[in-house]
């Protein structure tokens, strides 16, 4: 019998075995933020093609020109700790915080990072995404595993009345709409598991039967922020596990994006998948936390082009 030889490099992310046999595409090297650890978060495309992310300990929000590259820092959210960004109707960004971790927020300010004004207050705001009527659901990042205190509330789009969706919650995450809007997608990072919510015609209500948990996640640390294209798949980030999750519209995973350098534990915080508009390129937000190949933005093929949702039109 032979003896088991332990390799070092069994101790760093590893893609489970039941996800081997998936489709599997490799990340390219597209833009590096920082040669420091930076942490990435919260995609977002405006109208005109630029780029809006945060840098979420130093409370940073970034534009990127997609045309020259260029990089500006337009607006420093001290001690916020913003995680998400989304563009309202009107243009402005709504900036998700979740502060002390306590006591977070959500604020808006314009493209130029100008104007901040106070949306929410009290809530510990992860994410956020819009509906066509201007109104949002937002993810509550608290909880722990046997102590589930989080959830996902809506937003009204005149008085920002707030309606709670789903409770009972560890550490709900990232959030996003179905194409005709009438799914909600929720990943539950604490428990490892993906929300599949039926929505009511209303929005804030869920149809009889309507919640499911299509997946359960494998490893450390857990689902992280997602996003759909136009074929109603489903992009989810894996925190600490250097790659991206694809599912189908009825949550049946069908492929996966990996970072190059994860099999040596490299760039694994993976926290944010985004598609460019009018393309299927996706870009991926990632940083090597406690190494040397700091903040970078990645790039991969996705398995369909960008959802045109109504901030586009």
């Known amino acids: 019998m ?22 599997t595409l490799v990340a390219k090297p597209w833009f590096q933020v920082s040669k420091e650890f930076k942490q ?65 927020c959500i604020f808006a300010v314009s493209p130029e990072g100008s104007d901040p004004e106070m949306i929410i207050e009290g809530h510990v705001v992860d994410d956020l995404i819009f509906d066509s009527s201007g109104g949002f659901y937002f993810s509550e990042f608290i909880g722990e595993t046997c102590n589930p205190t989080g959830g996902v509330y809506y937003a009204s789009p005149d008085n920002y ?19 005709d809007e009438r799914v909600l997608w929720v990943t539950e990072t604490s428990t490892n598991r993906l929300h599949m919510i039926e929505l ?10 309507g919640t499911s948990i299509p997946y359960h996640f494998t ?43 994860r099999e040596q534990g490299k760039l694994l915080r993976s926290t944010h998948p985004a598609l460019i508009p009018e393309t299927n390129k996706l870009v991926i937000c990632t940083n090597d936390h406690g190494g040397d190949q700091g903040a970078w933005l990645y790039l991969s093929e996705g398995f369909a082009k960008a959802h045109r949702s109504f901030q586009f039109h």
């Open 2 to 23: 032979e003896s088991f030889i332990w390799e070092p490099s069994l101790a760093n992310a590893l893609v489970p075995p039941a996800e081997g046999s998936l489709q």
């Open 161 to 179: 009345e707030i309606t709670p969706v789903m409770k009972n919650m560890a550490c709900p995450n990232g959030v996003a709409l179905s194409v």
């Open 200 to 209: 009511d015609e209303d929005g804030t209500s869920i149809v009889p039967y």
């Open 40 to 104: 990435l978060e919260g995609l977002c495309f405006d109208r005109q093609g630029n780029l809006f992310f945060v840098e979420v300990f130093g409370g940073t929000i970034f534009r990127l020109d997609m045309h020259s590259m260029k990089l500006t820092e337009i607006y420093h959210a001290k001690g916020m700790m913003p995680t998400a960004i989304k563009i309202h109707k009107d243009g402005r960004l709504y900036v998700a915080c979740v502060g002390d971790l306590k006591n977070g």
């Open 219 to 261: 490893g450390y640390l857990g689902p992280d922020s997602c996003c759909i294209d136009s074929a109603d798949n489903l992009y989810v980030a894996m925190y600490g596990q250097g790659r991206v999750m694809i599912f189908n519209r009825k949550g049946y995973p069908i492929g996966q994006v990996l970072i190059p350098g």
